[in-house]
């Protein structure tokens, strides 16, 4: 007290200003002990200060009790006597808590205070250099982590600091509850939310780089305190002054890029020009901006706490798109830390902890980022630290053990026949879908492989998660650090659909449930909306992709339910990926009719059995190569194919080498007239299948570039001439390779083949397989559920006309 009372003086001294209280010590002591209602507000406030420091007595407690025992029997009471008394009783559940908690605060700062904050910071500098052990790395990292939190916590004093420096923290903080609000949504707001489909308000917006927008945003009149149902709220609230969250609006584009106003604490705002310096590099000069307009654009979203679905991700504008959802999670850290050592720092002089003062969740992580493969992790996490703690000497803990454990790896890509470009870019770097990891965030440091239960961050694959989270049964299996996650984070969502989306739906299903254990919480300080179990209406959820799938839309509606609203990019194919096929062949689109996606699935297997698949059994069609998306469709029409006893072979992602080899070769020399490919196999592999003249595509393909892909890989030959026109070469290759090649010969013409060739002069081999490019077809199933895919392939005008169409068949030429 003696130290405190030392330091306001000092800085009342230094700042010029006379303390009039205590200029005159007789009048002091006159006001002190005599006459009260001259006493100053300072000297108030340091007479309430020393009541709150000492300790209440057992006597004083029991007397609570005592009194609380001695009401009048709750049968007795009317309803609204009754409710008060809940009240008080909650109030009192409350405060006890409280006290032990504060009991718990006061021992571990009187273990800290006898530690110097010099040792600290010499720790702390320490910890920069490469240490010996991890276990080592943990202990410093602890010591220095609590010299930090005690440097932090006397900062937020004002009384041990300058006038411009508590005027400096109440603006900040200001600006963190003028943003991340942990009011309760108001009632009416609740039922709009809570129902199933929301009610909410359409508006439809068109930006210069996003394109078409469409918000979502539920909104409902704020209800006074006379009107208010008491089924929604507890009775505490209900007796307080009813302050209601805002609900959302429609958010405005950034068109000058000024950190304070958005909200983005210092602490990093500094860094994120630098952080940004890749995509920032195509740039005007002299127009710098620390943001790209894609990343304006998607900010402007993002920074309002909406959620948000953008389908248009891709190779070129990922990086830009990593930096903003990583930049938010940072900045929502460091908002939420602030205000709890805020409130630290003011419930230190409080005997209770007012309502206002609730800022924690049941658990600490509070961002879930999920991403596909380790090389997208270690992208995200060197991000953050770029945006946080930019310095190659900065401290971040078991830094050398993640980088070692998530680098390196690397798929080795061929040079003979290189892969797609989509595909070296996908699968660049560490491709292991099996791993998590948690993130401490401080002032000053980053602690990786962080405890869950002390962890910020949450950066995971679904595989991953999925192991921990386990099945009902299992033994072992956590969840709880799920509970009070407030921003979720999906990228490269299509992978996801790739790898296993049942994991991802999985992990979605475990989010907000209520924790088994009480992990340490301190329940005074939970905020009200995380006890009634609203955390899911609260939680800001940004899916990223590079397609739209019924899924991925499925998910967006049933599993986000943010109050502020949402929104999603809905942009028009304009031609589709079915002008990249450069193979003459005519490509013929078949409608089925379904009255529900369930009975699609019956009725796309009974379609292709009865009229396409007796097509394609005669001899003269062979080579037939059938492209099955799912793969619960491709073991259906595998059983059927064994049943039938027809001649065909199988690629599939479960397939061994040596099998997959076999079933090529035979495919190729016509040993077996079907060749049974899923869709995931080519997604993991890209090989080129050689021999196909027809095929068949079940469904749709998801990834809209595989049917250009897989129409291109048509087998053809190329006969070319040298200059004297005597030589006449030949060889099968695919278009690709007919491409790649084409500039060798002086002049060249291709005509299709599916036999050997025997000697003789070109037109007379020309002549023999006149009209044989007729004979290789494309046939596409479709349907009207299936017009996402659809759109992606032929353009979503021409699917629009041909899912409305009375006709069944459509037939397309290369080039129209």
Sequence with gaps: MARGRNAVNRSKKQSGKKNKSFGNNKHY???????????????????????????????????????????????????????????????????????????????????????DSEDGESENDSSQSKLSSLVKDDQKFKSADVAEEKVESQYFNVGQNSQDDSEELEEEYNDTENVTSALTIAPELLDS?????????????????????????????????????????????????????????????????????????????????????SNLGMLDENNPSPLTPLQKELFSIVNSYQDLFYPQRNLSNGEEVRFIYCLHAVNHVLKTRLRILHHNAKLSRKDDVPEEFRDQGLVRPKVLILVPFKDSALRVVKMIMDILIPDEKANVMNKNRFLNEFGGNELIMPKKNPKPEDYEATFTGNTDDTFRIGLTVTKKSLKLYADFYSADIIVASPLGLRVIVGA?????????FLASIEILVLDQTEIFFMQNWDHLLHILEHLHLQPRESHGTDFARVRSWAVNGWTRYYRQSMVFSSLTLPEMNSLFNKKCHNYAGKVRVINPVISGTICQVVVQLPQVFQKLQASSSLQL??????????????????????????????????????????????SFVQICEYSKENKIARARDMFFHDEAHFLLYSERFHFFNRLR??????????QPPTFPHFYSEMCNLMQVIIFYMNGN?????????????????????????????DGGITSGDQEANQSR???????????????????????????????SRMVSSERNVHMFMTGD
């Design 29 to 115: 002591r006159k006001d002190k002990f005599t006459n009260k209602k001259h006493a100053s507000k300072d000297e108030t406030k340091q007479r309430d200060f020393r009541k709150f420091n000492h300790k209440r007595n057992d006597s004083e407690n029991s007397n609570k009790r005592r009194k609380v025992d001695e009401e009048i029997p709750r049968k007795d009471l009317t309803d609204d006597e009754s409710s008060e008394l809940e009240t008080d009783d909650f109030k009192q559940l409350l405060s006890t808590f409280g006290d032990i908690v504060s009991s718990q605060k006061k021992a571990v700062e009187s273990d800290s205070d006898d530690s």
């Design 193 to 277: 939310v809570s129902v199933t489909p929301p009610k909410t308000q359409v508006h439809t917006e068109n930006w210069p780089t996003l394109g078409r927008l469409i918000f979502n945003i539920p909104s409902a009149p704020v209800t006074s305190k006379k009107s208010l149902d008491k089924n929604h709220f507890p009775k505490v609230i209900i007796e307080e002054e009813n302050v209601y969250a805002k609900s959302g609006t429609v958010p405005k584009y950034i068109n000058e890029v000024n950190w304070s106003k958005l909200h983005v604490k210092t602490q990093i705002s500094k860094n994120l020009s630098k952080a940004n310096v």
């Design 472 to 480: 009902e049964g299992e033994t072992g299996r956590d969840y709880d």
């Design 601 to 646: 699935i019956e009725a796309r297997f009974d379609y292709f059995v009865k009229k396409v698949l007796p097509q394609y059994k005669d001899s003269i069609m062979s080579h037939v190569l059938v492209f099955i998306p799912s793969y619960f469709d491709y073991v259906r029409i595998r059983n059927y194919f064994k049943r039938e006893d027809m």
């Design 689 to 698: 299948i050689k021999g196909i003249r027809h095929i068949l595509f079940y």
């Design 725 to 753: 026109l005597n030589l006449l070469v030949f060889k099968k290759l695919s278009i690709q390779e007919l491409t790649d090649r084409w500039f060798l010969a002086d002049r060249w013409e291709v005509t299709f083949f």
């Design 769 to 799: 397989h006149s009209g044989a490019d007729s004979n290789m077809t494309v046939t596409v199933l479709y349907s009207k559920y299936d017009v996402q895919q659809l759109a992606a392939v032929v353009g979503t005008e021409r699917a």
